[in-house]
Nanobody, 120 residues
């Protein structure tokens, strides 16, 4: 039906930057909100940033001022630019999207995750 494919994770030193991308494909009519979540080892998955279909954004307090979420609706893609990375930003980052299918259904979809490791 729908696939979300993330890219852009990796190993970066503290203070460095990464840009994550996530592209949705499949039986898509429209994409409503899109977002990024992360899960650190031994912790619950948490919201990092979210963007609505009209561009309204919200961020976790821990990343405000350091991360920017954006989307390209023509490409069904959401981005997360992360700057001034800290070791506590380490985790698996998951893309999330609320998608209405051409068949009429509405559902929440997740990507497979991309690892971000911030370490010297």
């Amino acid at each position: 039906q729908v696939q979300l494919v993330e890219s852009g994770g990796g190993l970066v030193q503290p203070g460095g930057s990464l840009r994550l991308s996530c592209t949705a494909s499949g039986n898509i009519f429209t994409i409503n909100a899109m977002g990024w979540y992360r899960q650190a080892p031994g912790k619950q998955r948490e919201l990092v940033a979210r963007i609505s279909d009209v561009g309204t954004t919200n961020y976790a307090d821990s990343v405000k001022g350091r991360c920017t979420i954006s989307r390209d609706n023509a490409k069904n893609t959401v981005y997360l630019q992360m700057n001034s990375l800290k070791p506590e930003d380490t985790g698996v980052y998951y893309c999330n999207a609320l998608i209405r299918l051409r068949s009429g259904g509405l559902g929440t979809y997740w990507g497979q995750g991309t690892q971000v490791t911030v370490s010297s």
